[in-house]
T-cell receptor
Framework: ETGVTQSPTHLIKTRGQQVTLRCSSQ?????VSWYQQALGQGPQFIFQ???????GRGNFPPRFSGLQFPNYSSELNVNALELDDSALYLC?????????????FGPGTRLTVL | GENVGLHLPTLSVQEGDNSIINCAYS??????FIWYKQESGKGPQFIID?????DKRQGQRVTVLLNKTVKHLSLQIAATQPGDSAVYFC??????????FGTGTSLTVIP
């Protein structure tokens, strides 16, 4: 186990609703990255948070937003949910100390949008 | 990243045989690569990594080879076991510590 935890494990929402997913990073890590994984696909980078600020963003619309807290935990918020948002949402934590470092993943949150 | 297609590439091997999983990456400036294993219903699990200043790295039963000339990465698993059955992803680092993943390769180990 990596020590990265995510909640909830599963979630069902309807179109137009909003959702908040949570991630606790591994002890000693200061960076959290969020990924979306559709069925049968590899994870796609959404964004990364470092020192409570967004530190890079993939090709996702502004209705995907996030936060990082002083204890390095993080939230992913998605507004105006669409059917295509149904996916496994993964967070990965790492330590950014001047060079690129390994990202360790949590178990994910399975989001279903009806 | 890996060739992205509509179908997940698959590989079936006999228990005890060696497995080789291949990956083509796109960014010649990528400095860091990771292989992950993902079992059904779980998050990706780190297996082994390699930086661009190396062409080979070995772990326990696994070896990663990096060929920067042709932008190719491979994962070799020795003496494959049923517990190795999973989807394997290579991830290449992009600018800003972002990682790009391919579609993955599904490995099935036949007992």
């Amino acid at each position: 186990e990596t020590g990265v935890t995510q909640s909830p494990t599963h979630l069902i929402k309807t179109r137009g609703q909003q959702v908040t997913l949570r991630c606790s990073s591994q002890s000693g890590h200061n960076t959290v990255s969020w990924y979306q994984q559709a069925l049968g696909q590899g994870p796609q980078f959404i964004f990364q948070y470092y020192r409570e600020e967004e530190n890079g963003r993939g090709n996702f619309p502004p209705r995907f937003s996030g936060l990082q807290f002083p204890n390095y935990s993080s939230e992913l918020n998605v507004n105006a949910l669409e059917l295509d948002d149904s996916a496994l949402y993964l967070c990965a934590s790492s330590f950014s100390g001047g060079r690129i470092d390994t990202q360790y993943f949590g178990p994910g949150t399975r989001l279903t949008v009806l | 990243g890996e060739n992205v297609g509509l179908h997940l590439p698959t590989l079936s091997v006999q228990e005890g045989d060696n497995s080789i999983i291949n990956c083509a990456y796109s960014n010649s400036a990528s400095d860091y690569f990771i292989w992950y294993k993902q079992e059904s219903g779980k998050g990706p699990q780190f297996i082994i990594d390699i930086r661009s200043n190396m062409d080979k790295r070995q772990g326990q039963r696994v070896t990663v080879l990096l060929n920067k000339t042709v932008k190719h990465l491979s994962l070799q698993i020795a003496a494959t076991q049923p517990g190795d059955s999973a989807v394997y992803f290579c991830a290449e680092e992009n600018t800003g510590n972002q990682f790009y993943f391919g579609t993955g390769t599904s490995l099935t180990v036949i007992p």
